[in-house]
């Protein structure tokens, strides 16, 4: 199936979120701007999805998200990384970059330290990631 053709579960400024049939979560973040709060709406929707859903994988298409503001880096790294939102406490998440230089810059702000996020620039490679992820 598509990604494109994936049933949307929640949509905002910031993005959507889509279920893929392979049991994991699509975060496609809109080329925007965001409204605030938006992009913490989406992400505290995402960690009940999952826990509903009892998924612990995501794909995050992260080619067209726009740079984040320092409040919204903030709130990622002190609150969605560190696991203080519910949310299945071990994630595995693939990003898809497209091989976007800036792209890959902005996921790198926003990891904790010493953290790599799997990041690949094509869906099949990321998609075969969480395959892996089982």
Known sequence: MSIAALPIVFEN??????AH?????????HALT????????LLEYLGSFLIDQGWQRILCDARHMQALTSDEQRWVREQ?????VTRPNQLSTAYLSG?????????????PSAQILPTFSSLRAAQTYLAECL
């Open 13 to 18: 400024t910031a993005g959507i979120i889509a």
């Open 21 to 29: 049939a392979d049991g994991y979560a699509l975060v496609r973040y």
């Open 34 to 41: 965001r409204r605030s709060n938006d992009l913490q709406n």
């Open 80 to 84: 969605w990384y560190p696991n203080n």
């Open 99 to 111: 091989g976007d230089t800036a792209v890959k810059l902005l996921l790198e702000e926003i990891a």
